[in-house]
């Protein structure tokens, strides 16, 4: 059986792991077990994926939810990975981290299983750590330039200790960097940008893009990955660290999550002012489904990361099609069929929020007076 390499992609929250995930997709011919982690306790990469198709209906996902794999949910990765191992139809791995996960304690577990199982069938191949161009320079790159000093943010709520490290973990633990967003900021600033980063990576490639084009053979490969060429010693300690029982990302960085949900509709004038006037700023990321009255027909991705927020129609609900279309949908899903409701169908606001430090009644409140 043909040893099958794994890609992990890594990255901050919001950084665009899973447009590129969608991309390299497209451009992959051999076939692929997709592994995709989400903190909160709904898989929204996952469902992201799934709704956007490319060649996710031909590969076998596996999706790994409330927690970290870097963590919290260690002990499950390492086993889906030896289950996947095993299937000689899979001929290569794609696993996307979650955005708050450090790659060094991943890459530390999968050494630890390869050293245990010197007979598995995969082996870590590539770390892909995708950055934000356009939110490292506005809103990280101060605190990137005097990363190490104790001084308070007001971006998140987040302190250096918390949030520059975490970044500055997923770009020391690598060998290939996605620049995302390089269209959102100006050469001279996309410049600097990459010099920050080569004080902290000095050799990872650095592959620009724009809405997740990549070439996929300039950040895989069949060659195993070199733990040896990783710059940072504490990067290796803190890996080392995390295997012994300390505190994983969750508990470091003091980043927790919440979901969201409700059938009812969101009157869209008020959940639009909402996000642009009341939007609580410790809030680092949300991500899910929503549905407007006035716009009941369309599946609306809502997404925020930082100061940005977006909102864009990505489907229609199985509700909104005509009842032939609605009964041939529910008879080849039982799982859309369990889960159909008489008034409202398939129509569901569903978001994870992430952040620290944030009032969740108060914000569930907020939501919910956004409700039509």
């Known amino acids: 059986m043909n040893k099958k390499p794994v ?61 970290c794999i870097c963590c919290t949910l260690r002990d499950e990765f390492i086993e889906q990975i030896e289950k996947i191992s095993q299937d000689e139809s899979i001929e290569t791995v794609f696993v996307e981290a979650s955005g708050i996960s450090d790659p060094g304690a991943i890459a530390a577990s999968f050494l630890a299983y390869e050293e245990d199982t010197p007979d598995t069938n995969v082996y870590l191949s590539s770390i892909v750590t995708v950055v934000d161009a356009d939110r490292i320079y506005s ?61 902290y990576q ?41 295997l012994n029982g300390n505190k994983g990302c969750t508990d470091e960085y003091g980043i927790s999550s919440f979901v969201y949900e409700t059938k009812k509709p969101f009157d869209g004038h008020k959940f639009m002012k909402f996000i642009k006037e ?25 997404e925020q990361a930082g100061r940005n927020t977006n909102v864009m129609a990505v489907a229609y609900w199985i509700a909104a099609l005509d009842k032939q279309t609605q009964k041939q949908c529910l008879d080849d899903d039982p799982e859309l069929k369990a889960n159909w409701d008489k008034k409202y169908g398939d129509r569901l606001n569903q978001v994870v929020f992430i952040g620290k430090g944030y009032d969740e009644k108060h914000i569930r409140s907020c939501l919910d007076g956004c409700l039509a």
């Open 7 to 67: 890609t992990l992609i890594t990255g901050y929250l919001g950084s665009g792991k899973t447009t590129l995930l969608n991309e390299l997709l497209k451009q992959e011919e051999r076939k692929v077990a997709l592994i995709v982690n989400d903190m909160g306790s709904i898989n929204v990469d996952a469902a992201i994926l799934k709704k956007n198709g490319s060649k996710v209906e031909q590969s076998q996902m596996f999706e790994m939810q409330n927690g």
């Open 139 to 199: 809103e990280f790159l101060g605190k990137l330039k005097k990363h190490g000093e104790e001084r308070k943010t007001d971006v998140n709520n987040l302190t250096d200790s918390d949030i520059t490290t975490l970044i500055v973990d997923q770009i020391e633990f690598c060998n290939h960097i996605v620049l995302s967003k390089c269209d959102l900021i100006s050469e001279e600033k996309i410049e600097e940008v990459i010099k920050v980063i080569r004080d």
């Open 202 to 242: 000095p050799k990872a490639p650095i592959i620009r893009s724009v809405n997740g084009k990549v070439d996929i053979n300039a950040i895989t490969s069949t060659e195993k990955f070199d733990y040896d060429m990783v710059d940072s010693s504490s990067a290796i300690q803190k890996a080392i660290n995390s």
């Open 278 to 302: 009341n939007y609580p700023m410790n809030l680092i990321r949300a991500k899910g489904y929503i549905w407007f009255k006035e716009q009941d027909a369309d599946v609306l991705l809502f």
